[in-house]
């Protein structure tokens, strides 16, 4: 059974880090790019960033581009965002995501919640 | 960017009823690289439709998508109580951003 986890939310100021991680397991995790979609409270999907099978090509959203880092582990079967210079804006839940062979996104996890707040 | 816009914003029906769930691009989405996803609340996304119109793997006939170019459609053939939650349509194609539409409410009249 596929299955994502995705941990490291909470509450951060803006202007702070914070390292979100994605512990994926039931399927080959290097033969799968990944990526992170979010969800501000009561808003539509926003994709957020990916990165392929071997971390050659990564790729952001305009919005976080320059702020946030994308990496995946495969040897821990692992995917991290490190999100930097925190906006209240980038208050959300913060979804991990497969993309499949057919290239749309086939399996989500659960979601860490971000709130960023003074 | 590819815009996706969906529509209606929010659609009343009853159990048993035909919902019609609009998706229409700025830009034509090239090679159907169009998905459908349904989102009820605490929990993860499901794919329900991909390359406009397969059905994802468990997903129940009543649920089919069609569509190309830039106008795409949802079709619930008889709701379900289950049926009732928000649901999404992103194009995929070539590079990112992959763009999500903004949401059409499935909701018990």
């Known amino acids: 059974e596929v299955q994502l986890v995705e941990s490291g939310g909470g509450l951060v100021q803006p202007g702070r880090s914070l390292r979100l991680s994605c512990a994926a397991s039931?399927?080959?995790?290097?033969?799968?790019?990944m990526h992170w979609v979010r969800q501000v409270p009561g808003k539509g999907l926003e994709w957020v960033s990916g990165?392929?099978?071997?971390?050659?090509?990564?790729a952001y959203a305009d919005s976080v581009k320059g702020r946030f880092t994308i990496s995946r582990d495969n040897a821990m079967n692992s995917l991290y965002l490190q999100m930097n210079s925190l906006r209240v804006e980038d208050t959300a839940l913060y979804y991990c995501?497969?993309?499949?062979?057919?290239?749309?996104?086939?399996?989500w996890g659960q979601g860490s919640l971000v709130t960023v707040s003074s | 960017e590819i815009v996706l816009t969906q529509s209606p914003g929010t659609l009343s029906l009853s159990p048993g009823e035909r919902a019609t769930l609009s998706c229409r691009a700025s830009?034509?989405?090239?090679?159907?690289?169009l998905a459908w996803y349904q989102h009820k609340p605490g929990q993860a996304p499901r794919l329900l439709i991909y390359?406009?119109?397969s059905r994802a793997t468990g997903i129940p006939d009543r649920f089919s998508g069609s569509g190309s170019g830039t106008d795409f459609t949802l079709t619930i053939s008889r709701l379900e109580p289950e049926d009732f939650a928000v649901y999404y349509c992103q194009q995929y194609a070539g590079s990112p951003p992959y763009t999500f539409g903004q949401g059409t409410k499935l909701e018990i009249k």
């Open positions: 039931g399927f080959p995790f290097d033969d799968y790019a």
């Open positions: 390359g406009a119109s």
């Open positions: 995501v497969r993309r499949s062979g057919s290239f749309c996104f086939d399996y």
């Open positions: 990165i392929n099978l071997k971390s050659g090509a990564v």
């Open positions: 830009q034509s989405v090239s090679g159907t690289y």
